[in-house]
């Protein structure tokens, strides 16, 4: 017969080696602080911002990120190019173990493109975002004023 | 006499080098440099929120703070438009001596009437300019400003505008004051301007 400890031992055993197999979970992803501003009729393109961290102890990659109120969403980058300012898609952005990457006006944003009807402020925006060892990891983006400055 | 001219032409050599790395330089830093006459920005004419035709010489004895950018604009152009929203605020009674003037460079989506409600929700006090083609690409010409479209793959003629993203002030008398960056802090560019507005009074 195992005594209850051994159980609770063993149990933690097992638990350590999943982790150790599996060191990305869903969990170790988090978003906060997101928010996008309203547009100003159908058709308009908005920019996402919030800030991604990663509490694994391996890098993550966002992948991908998909909405239902848009044609199109990927993530770019705003850079300067001969004293023109463009933006770039960034197809893979990495999120360092342990640190986070935040995505700011003038520099990384979510592009949001071919929004299908004028976003106002208050709505909410689901949005997944998909990245290579964690998954799906679905967040909803607080849609803030066209003039405001973050998520207020 | 050989070795005097192969000095010559290593000279030679070197200079026509230099001048090149020069000119290449300045190729590639077309912002920022405004075209000057008798010592003014070059005239511009657009259109107005209500349809009319707006001149430079509309705005003489204003100082103006002009910006190019465009409506669709998701990121850039909002920020800087905080910043002069801000600016004003920071301005005060001052902000009367002010114009700001936001010009699009995407004149194709960019009704003067949606450029009026755009900017309204930063702070109705800008004023959006445009017009057709010819009017917006002799106005960008005039301040050194680039612009070019740029297609959305898979999107069904969908575009983004690349395009400088500097501030140019223009003093009273229509003589260029300077560009500025866009990202200087908002504060910090209503002391600046402050600073300006005295000088100027004073001269
Ligand atoms: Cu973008």
Redesign the pocket.
Known sequence: MFKWCEIKAACAVVLVLILAANPAFAADISVSQAWMRATIGAGGNS?AYMTIANAGSAADVLTGVTTPVAGMADV?Q?VEDNGMMK?EAVPKLEIPAGGSVSLSPGGY?V?VMQVGKKLTAGDTVPMTLTFERAGAVDIDVPVVPLGASGPG | MSRIRLILWALVAFAVAAVSTITLYRGQNPALQVTVVDGRIKPFSLIGPGNQLITNAHFRGKWMLLFFGYTHC??ICPTTMLTIASVLNDLGDEAVKLQPIFITIDPERDSPALLKDYLANFDSRILGLGGDEQRVAEAAEAFGVFYRKQPIDNSDGDY?MDHSTALYLVDPDGRLARPYVPDVPPGELAEKLRVRFRTFEEK
């Open positions: 920019a770019h705003t933006m944003h592009m | 998701p990121d983004y």
